[in-house]
C-alpha cells in the first residue's frame, strides 16, 4: 500500500481476494453502489483501514447531472446514511476541514444547507414539532487555525450536546482522479488518523467520542506523487518490463520526486470551487431526507432555505 | 432605561451622579480613554449592566486614522486587556456572531489575523517555544446556524481546553451612531445576556463557566427606534416643550414606531462590510500584543500573517 | 419633495391628484403590481422621475415567501420586463453596484444566476441553438474602486456588443422601510443620476446610450435621516401640529440631524446579507424566464445552474 | 514543444542556444531576474511566444517570505514594469481570469489593493493632485459568465478611457511545479491567444487593441498531464534510455493519459487561496509603486488602504 487513498473501495481494489472482506455491487442507470465490509482485524491491516461498513456511491457525470440525477444520488445517500445511523435521539453534524482552503471546505460548505432543528423543537407550532429529529452542527476548523486538535472540539461540544450519533463530513483524498467530485463514501468507522486533504491528526470514532460516527467523504484531490506513479506504472507495462524491476524504478523514482516537493502538491479539476457547492448540495440534500423522515421534501425545502 | 445600548460609558451617560458608579477619562490627542467601575449591586441593576470593569477607547475618525493612529489604537487595547486578564496559562479566544452577516461578522473577523500558538508549544524552535503564551480560538456560531446555544459550545470547548481565561469578541448596539466603528469597550464582566447585535440568549461569564471571561466589543449597529426617539428629543428640546409632556408625547410614539417593525431594522454606515475588516485587523494586532508580550512586533508579524 | 425615494410608486404617494400621471392597480393575493405612467414633463419634474412607465411589483414577506410564491414574483416579474423590452435581438444585463458592500450588491448577486447564452448561440446543438436569445452581462463596479463612470463603461461594452436593449439592475433607496426587499421596480426610463444606494452619478438610459435601457430595482436601505422626518411627522401630527409650524420645525431638525452625520447612515435590515441572496435569485429566475421565452423551465435550470 | 507553459523563461530552458534569443540574468540574494529578449520571428515560432521583452522575478520562498523580501519582490516589479511603460498618460489596469476559481482569480484579487486615481484628479485636494498618475482597473469575468470575449470587453473601456497603456495580470500555466506562487513573468508582448489558466481566446495586445498591453502574470498551476511526463522523463533518463525510444514511450503514454482524462486536471497547492492573497498584494504594491512614482510609500498606504 504505497499509493494514498482515503477509499475503501480504492484498496480493494489493490486487493483482490483478500479474505475477511465481503464486498457486493449494485448499478442503477449511471449509479454505482459498493459495499465494502471489512470484517477481520487482518484484513483491516492489511489494506490500512478501520473494521467497518463502507458504502461507496459514484456517478461519473455527478458535476453535470441533471436535478433528477441528483435527486438519484441525494436519496441514494438518505439511505446509506440510515442503512448505518441509530434510529433515535438527537445527532450532532461535523463539517471537518477548512473553509479557507477549497478543496478542503467541503465540511463547511454542507452545513449551509442543512437543516438544523435542535433549537427548533420547543419553538414551532405542534403539527411540525412531533416530526422533528434534533440537528445541531458545528465545524470545529483545522488545528492550524483554532490552535486545538479537531478531536478535541468535537469530543468537548458533544459532552455537553449529548447526540446519539455524529455525522462527520470530510473531503478526501483518492488515488484515482476520476473519482474526484464523483464518489461518495459513507462509513461507520468514523474518521481514521491521517486521512482527508487536510490530515486529520486524532480519529473520530466511537472508540475516542463513546459515540457512534457516520463519516461521510468527497475525494477532492489526488496527491501529485500518485498522478506520477500511476503514469510510471502505465509505461512500464506498455514497455513490457518484469514486475521486479518494475519495482526498482519505482522506488528509484519515488525518491526523485519527493526531492522536487511533489508531495505536498494535489491535483485538482480547475473549476474545483464550483464542483464542491454542486457535491455539497447534494450531500446536504441527502443528509436532510435521512435526518428527517417524517417531513415531506416540501417541508424540508422550507425550513432549510428559507428561516423559520 | 428605554435605550438599548451595549456600551456601559453610554449608560453612564444617562445616569450621571449615580451612586456605587466611578468613572475616569483619560485623552491622548484624539484617542479617548474612559473607565467606569461599577461597583454596587445597586448601580448595577440601575445601569442594567453586570458589577465589573469596563474600559471604552474611542477615537472619533477610527475608520480613516492612518498606520500610526491604528497602532495607538491597538496598543491601548493591548494595554486594557492587559489590566483585565490573568498573567499566566492559556488564553481561548472566542468569536461571537454570525459571520454571514456583515454586522455581525466582527467576532469571526479579528481570529482571521489572531496569532494561534497553543499547538505550537511542541513543534517550533527552542528560541521561540518559551516565550509563547498559549493562544487558541473558536468561532462557535450562532444558534439559528448550529442548533447549539454559544454559552453551550464554549462550556463544551472550554472543559476539554482548560484556559486561564477566555477572550470574546462581538458585534454591539450603541445608542449614538458616532460610536459605529469607532468605539472598543473591554470589560471583565463577560457578555450579558440578551446583549450583542444577534442577541446572545445566555450569558457568557466567569458565574457560567468557571473561567474568568474578557469581552471586546465594538458596536456595529444603533437599533433604527433609537433614531427616531433621538431625533424626537432634539425636537422637543427645541421646542422648549416640558419634560413631561415630552415623556407622554415620547411613550405615543414607541407604540406607533414598533406597529411599523422599526424595532427590526437598523442603522449602520453603508460601508459596513470594509470598517469591520478595518476595526478587526485592529483588534487582532491589540490581543497578539496583549498575548504575546515576550515577542517583538515582527516575531507576531512573521508567525500571524506568514505561517509557520 | 424632501424624501430621498427611487421608487415612482412613493413619489405618487406624495402627489395624489397630480394630472399627467395615470396609475392603476391589480392584486393578486399578497402580489400588487401597480403600474405608473408618468406622461408628461411637467408631472416629471413635479415627481423628480423621467417620464415613461414604472412598474411596481410588491410581496410584503417576499424574503419569507415558499416557492410557490417566489415563482408568482418571478413570473410576475418576467411579464413587466416582457412588456417594456424589444422582442428580438441581443440583450446586455448590467449588475451595478459594489459587490463589496453588502446593501449594494444586488446587481452582482443577480448576475450569478443569470442564464448566460450570447457566446453559446455557435457553440451548442442544433435544437437548442435556434431557441436561444442571446444574453451578454456584465458587473462595471463603482467609480470609487474602478476610477471610471459606470455609465463610461457600459457605454464602451454596448458600443462593441451592440445589443438590442440593456437591463439594468440596481439597489435602490426608499422612503418606507418596509419596502426593503419586499419591492421589485421594472421601469424603461432607465437609471437616473443621483439614483441608487451607491449613487450614480451619470444617467443609464437611452439618452445616453442610444439603446433602450429597462432598469430593475429593489429598495435596500431607507436613508436614517428619513426615517428621523417619519418618527417627526408622526409626533406633529399626533399633537396637532399646523402644517406651517410642522414645516418650522422640520427644517430646523434637518439642520441638527446633518450636523450629526445622519445622512450618511442607512437603515437596513440586520439580515440584508441573506435577504439581497433571496432576492437576487428572484429576480434572475423573472429574467430568465423573460428572455428565454421558448426554453422550458428545466432547460433553464439545466443551461444556468449546471453549466454546458 | 509539447508541454503548455506560459513563462517564456521555460521555454528557453528547452531552446538553448537558439538564434535570435538574448537572455541575462541578475541575482540579488535569494532574488532571481531573468530578462528574455526574443528578437526574431523565427525565434518566435520556434518558442511559440511573441516577439518582444520577458523578465522573470523568482523568488523561491515567496510565499513565505517576510515583510522586507515581499519589499524587495515589489520593488523589482515595478522596476521592470517601468522599463517597459510609457512613462506618461493613464493607465487601464485589467485584471483577467474568473474570480469565481481560485487559481484563476489573481488577477481581480490585484485590484482590490491597487491604487486608483483617474476619478481623484479633480477631487483631492492640491497638493496630490498633480503628483498622480491616473489609473483606472476593470475586471472584464471570462467567456463563460459575461458572454463576452475579454478582449472585446477591454477594447470597448480602452476606446472610451483612451488609456496610455493597459497593464493585464493574469494567472498563467508552468510547466515546472515549484513555478507556483514564486515567479512574476512580465512582458511587453500583451496577452497571448491560448495562455493563462482560464485560456484566453483572442489576444490583448498592441496589435488587436492599438495600445501598448504589458502583462504581469504569475504561474498558478501544472497541467497534471506535463507532471506525468516529467516523471517519465526522469525514469527515462535514469534507465539511460536511448533518446529516440525515449521518445517514442513518450508518445504512447501520452495518448493514454488523455483518454483518462489528466489533460483537464491541474497541480496545485493545496494551500493555493491562501497564496493567490499573498502574492496578489505583492503585484498591487509593485504596481502601486510603477505607478505613482512621485507619491511616497506612506502616501501609497494611506490612499490605497484607508480610502480618501
Redesign the interface.
Known sequence: MQYRTDLAVESREQSAGLSGVVSREIKHGDLEEVHVVIETAEAARALEKDQGTYITLTHPFLS????KERLEMAQALSSAVRELLPPFGDVLVVGLGNR?????ALGSRV?EDLL?????KDMTDEALRGRLR????????V???????TA??V???????QPAAIIAIDALAARD??R?CTTIQITDTGIRPGSG?GNHRAGLNKDALGIPVIAVGVPM?VY?SV??????S??LA??GMEEEAHAQ?MD??IG??SC???G???????????LVGKVARIIADGLNMALQPRLSE?EI??LSH??V
Not at 143 to 149: A, K, Q, R, V, Y
Open positions: 453535470h447531472a441533471c436535478a479557507h482552503m477549497t478543496a478542503d452545513l438544523i432543528t435542535r433549537h427548533l434534533g440537528v445541531c452542527a458545528a465545524a470545529p476548523g488545528l492550524g487555525i483554532t490552535g486545538m486538535e478535541e472540539v469530543k468537548g461540544i458533544a459532552q455537553r450536546v482522479s476520476s474526484i486533504v484531490v501529485a498522478i506520477a506513479r500511476d503514469a510510471l502505465l509505461l506498455d514497455m524504478a528509484s523514482l526523485k520526486i522536487q516537493g511533489l505536498e502538491l494535489v491535483v485538482t479539476p480547475r473549476e474545483v470551487d464550483e416540501e425545502q422550507y428559507d428561516g
